[in-house]
């Protein structure tokens, strides 16, 4: 009997044990998730665009949450080009085995019109499962992600085998201050890594409200715009001539209008349409699979790029987007010009395109010249130890869920840091609907469910990317 009752005793306590820990973990969790919270709510109701708001404000924010939680002050920086551009850096220092990683979102939000909204954009509105507010979803969820998720590594006394850096920045909407690209320029040592992780890319995504896929953006194609242009001699418009500016222009532009640059592939693309042909179905799916092959089939390219996603994933493309000429109804234009916006697949060039542009155009009179500055945006390679940390907890989160490379069609910050040598994964932690999407629109709103469930991956991840106790 002694032994059946000291047994029990031993398998009561036991028990009471796991119900400790497992009470004690629920309660963290709990803890974090209002944390998180609190920090968003902040971060939404403290304007940050680049008309009336202030970067500055939402970044110092940011500093006296972590020195309150017990960051050394030394660890954490705000500081900026000026009292609106402001960026907030902390570290948490591990042993020093691995070279850092950087964990980065902006501060800065796209401006939001209260006339155009049905709610205020700069208040954070809690509503039928949905968080209401400007930046919900780009990127001020990410910002409270990170930050709460280091806030708690700091008090839980983490310690991992390589430093963990949080930069959250000013300007990546616009403006004329970027925070990478000012701290890469001044602050480097502060942000210098292995590789960076970045919260606005690499969408989560849900579909009918289930998880359909989560990506992980390793690649971004290169923003670049050309200035064409045309002079003439003019006159009278009652004597006209067809060597016209405008005519000269138009027909150029026509021919650009029916050019297709040629099917590019990379190590991300590749494998996206790969993985990408095994969650579709049907024609879509083996037309997805006929893209991945090598060479891949080309009535199955032909198909596809009649999807404008596609056709950008497939090639560089350039598109006319502004047009003037002229100076008078009754006079022959002494010029006409346009822009044309390319965007260039990783690997190219400004220069190879504004070549095959000047072809294209096939005509002498029509000048081109590259507007922006040009930079490099090579792809980063699909690192084995970031997908498979990703691979491992998305598998435990959300089991059956696939992690697929992309290269996005748009831009982040990740290309500045790319630029500058840094291997950027855009992996936002987030589940969106698609078709859903209202980053830089009214009424942006993401799921109360899939923030906290962001909340909660950041956190495994981080401790999966940088092993320690
Ligand atoms: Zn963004």
Redesign the pocket.
Known sequence: MKLVSSLSIFLLSLLVTGATAATLLAQQTQDEHKLAHDIYKQLIETNTTESVGNMTTAANEIAERLRAAGFPASDVTALGPDARHGNVVARIHGSGARKPILFIA?LDVVEANRADWSLDPFKLTEQDGFFYGRGTS??KDGDAILTANFIRLKEEGYKPDRDLILALTSD??GGDFNGITWLLEHHRNLIDAEYCINT?GGDFQLKDGKPLLTSIQTSEKLYADYELKVFNKGGHSSLPSPDNAIYHLAGGLVRLSHYQFPVEFNETTRTFFERMSKIEQGTLASELAGAAKNPPDAADIKTLSESLYYNALLRTTCVATRLSGGHANNALPQDASAIVNCRIFPGGTQEATEETLVKVLDDPQIKVTAVAPPHTSPASPLRKDVLEADEKVVGEMWPGTPVIPTMETGA?DGYRLRDAGIPTYGISGVFIDMNDVR?HGRDERILQSSFYEGVDFFYKFMKELSTGN
Request: hydrophobic share 25%; no cysteine; proline share 0%.
């Open positions: 902006h780009d990127i990546e909407e606005d982040t980053a």
